[in-house]
């Protein structure tokens, strides 16, 4: 069974070498009056791509269409039993993603990457066991997500900061132990709304920062 998340307008900004402390306080003092949506949760991520790594580069030439195939927890644990297998689609600046959600525990401790693949594969469906039947793990990261909404709850607000990623390309288990270096020392906004033409502009001028094209995995993936 799979779910499909409706598009929204999304806009990225990224604040190298910025404290979280200061990060907030640019939120706590916008003017679009923005309040915390959820508590806050560590996310994970398992990456996947093909053998020519065709969605990093899809990114990196700058395609308006693209996707990326991630398996997604949350939590500090590696061992979880609520996680999904998500295809997660970009044209411009609109993005939407297709979830199925899978119940079978996942432990990452236990398994080899040929074991864990044939084990997400066996309880995919439909179009996501045909991506990941075509794919290999290429990375993992984890990040703490603040959930951000304004007041007039028209537009949602993430802060990810204390990133982690660790390269999984040509590795037998699950590495968790050799992060990708330099850190990455950044903090980053994601600005989501609905709508056909929602004003991000002014949003946006609300924060000492510009838009930007960016991608965890593919900021990660350009350090291995």
């Known amino acids: 069974m799979s779910d499909a998340v409706s598009s929204r307008h999304e806009l990225k900004m990224v604040a190298n070498g910025v404290p979280v402390f200061r990060a907030r306080t640019w939120i706590n003092s916008h003017g679009a009056a923005f309040s915390a949506a959820y508590p806050p949760r560590f996310v994970n991520n398992i990456y996947f791509d093909?053998?020519?790594l065709d969605c990093l580069h899809d990114h990196l030439a700058g395609l308006s269409?693209?996707?990326k195939l991630r398996c997604r927890w949350y939590g500090e644990a590696?061992?979880?039993k609520g996680?999904?297998?998500e295809i997660k689609q970009k044209s411009g600046r609109l993005g939407w993603k297709e979830i199925q959600r899978i119940d079978r525990p996942l432990d990452l401790r236990t398994r080899d990457w040929s074991e864990t693949m044939h084990f997400l594969r066996r309880q995919a469906n439909g179009t996501f066991r045909a991506?990941?039947?075509?794919s290999m793990p290429s990375l993992i990261n984890c990040y703490r997500r603040e959930y951000y909404v304004s007041a007039d709850g028209e537009t949602r607000l993430t802060l990810?900061?204390?990133l982690k990623a660790y390269n999984q390309l040509f590795c037998q288990y699950p590495n968790f132990h050799s992060q990708i270096m330099p850190h990455l020392d950044a903090v980053v906004f994601e600005v989501k709304a609905r709508g056909d033409n929602p004003d991000l502009s002014g949003i946006m001028a609300g924060f000492p920062l510009r838009a930007e094209r960016y991608s965890k995995y593919v900021h990660a993936m350009g350090m291995v």
């Open 50 to 52: 093909t053998a020519s």
């Open 65 to 67: 269409q693209r996707r």
């Open 78 to 80: 590696v061992v979880t």
């Open 83 to 85: 996680y999904s297998v």
């Open 131 to 134: 991506l990941l039947s075509m």
């Open 160 to 162: 990810d900061s204390d």
